[in-house]
């Protein structure tokens, strides 16, 4: 499994890296902490060996006095030994020089603390909240003042959700770092059944001890839905492009008529997925269908909008493709050589979107020796099965493209409707 890291704004607490003041001989020191010099944190607290230092060198008749925050006398001298969730300041000769919080970290281990998905599925499509209880609050007091600050503990939750890995949706690891303390959090929501889990916090892993991880009790159910639409073009007659398609769901489909697409849908595999495919052709729904796979045949030229929405009991999520076919145009050669050399031995026409093709052609005495209706074929030079005559044939070709209006009105010089081709001329057949 991949595993995937979703972060949010976090307060970073850094380790002092100047010179300092006061000093530990175990644990760690930090210098971020308003209305205080120094927040140290001890994992366990006992009188033999958790020492603060004043870190000065001073004249010998100087005197370092230790008080807590409150004016009550600790020590008289350069180090002691501190209580948990306590303030002190260092005085020399009176004069205060610097103040410190002390955290006895054992004392906040989060050993009962739980963590539960809040149970409100219309909600649980997007985002998820979750309800983490029981973590110790851990808080300071500044130095001067009466109220409490709440020290921020950044955890994080793990779970397993799906992500697309450009073929499929696959089971990957999120990590979403929180800060408590709070007793709801919001993530995103997962995409298949799971459960989640807590650990932390920071000050174990500065601390090098294992931190306390805690899973939910209960294996989440989800009902949140993602999908994606992706296409397979089943056939198509090849234009004088010769254009190729690689099946993906980024990549419009541009072709000309007919072409025949099956569109798929691969999801989150949930159970008891409802499915809903729409065509539309500008403003124009043409199809509505409810199978999970779709199969469609565009005839006509435009541009299509292809809409996939995956739905749940409680959840829904769209997808879509765009389908562009191409209006018609038909390109007449003049010349073929029909010599074997496989260039240019038959005549063809090329052409887009042509969904109606007929084409006759005529010797030079006007009797018919060849006539064809697929428009992906052509005449070989062959008159009943002997190679013809070289020199000049008349062609003449009927044809109607994707883009046809039988309604529209004919151009008052050809008399033909868009879409619809009345063509003659001349093909040399050549054998050089």
């Known amino acids: 499994m991949r595993k995937i890291v979703l972060s949010f704004c976090l307060l970073t607490l850094t380790f002092y890296s100047g010179a300092q003041l006061l000093t530990s001989n175990v644990g760690n020191v930090y210098t971020n902490f308003s209305g205080i ?5 001890f994992n366990g607290i006992t009188a033999s060996n958790e020492v603060i230092t004043y870190n000065v060198v001073l004249p010998p008749d100087s005197i370092v006095t230790w008080e807590k925050f409150d004016g009550t006398f600790v020590a008289q001298q350069s180090s002691f030994s501190p209580e948990n969730n306590t303030g002190y300041v260092v005085k020399v000769n009176g004069k205060i020089k ?37 973590v110790p609050l851990m808080s300071y007091t500044p130095y001067g003042t009466n109220v409490s600050q709440d020290i921020k503990r950044k955890f994080n939750i793990e779970y397993t959700t799906r992500k697309w890995d450009g073929s499929a949706y696959s089971d990957t690891i999120a990590i979403v770092a929180v800060i408590l303390p709070a007793s709801q959090v919001t993530v995103p929501v997962p995409y298949c059944n799971t459960t989640f889990t807590l650990s932390g916090d920071q000050f174990a892993k500065d601390l090098e ?190 044809a109607r493209g994707s883009d046809f209006d039988p309604t529209a009105t004919p151009d008052s010089k050809t008399h033909l409707r868009i879409g619809e081709y009345l063509l003659k001329g001349d093909i040399n057949l050549l054998r050089e």
Request: net charge neutral; aromatic share 14%.
């Open 37 to 41: 010099n120094y927040f140290f944190v």
């Open 209 to 398: 001890i294992v931190p306390v991880s805690i899973t939910s009790r209960l294996q989440y159910n989800t009902n949140a839905v993602i999908c994606k639409a992706s296409t397979v073009v089943i056939s198509r007659v090849h234009d004088k492009n010769n254009e190729a398609y690689a099946p993906s769901s980024s990549t419009p489909i541009n072709f000309s008529a007919p072409i025949d697409v099956q569109f798929l849908c691969t999801d989150n595999k949930l159970d008891n997925l409802f499915y809903n495919w729409n065509i539309y052709k500008g403003s124009n729904l043409i199809i509505n269908r409810k199978d999970k796979d779709q199969r469609y045949t565009f005839t006509e030229a435009g541009t299509y909008k292809v809409i996939l929405t995956v739905s749940s009991s409680v959840c829904s999520y769209s997808d879509s493709l765009t389908v562009t076919v191409r209006e018609s145009d038909i390109f007449v050669p003049n010349v073929f050589t029909p010599n074997g050399d496989g260039v240019n031995d038959e005549f063809r026409v090329g052409y887009k979107s042509i969904i109606s093709f007929q084409c006759w052609v005529y010797n030079r005495w006007g009797r018919q020796v060849y006539m064809w209706t697929d428009p992906t074929k052509g005449w070989d030079g062959k008159i009943n099965g002997k190679d013809a005559t070289p020199g000049p044939y008349f062609y003449v070709i009927q």
């Open 98 to 134: 610097a103040t410190c919080w002390v955290i006895d970290y054992q004392k906040y281990v989060p050993t009962s603390a739980s963590i539960e998905p809040e149970n409100k599925p219309s909600a649980q499509c997007q985002n998820l909240n979750l309800l983490i209880n029981n």
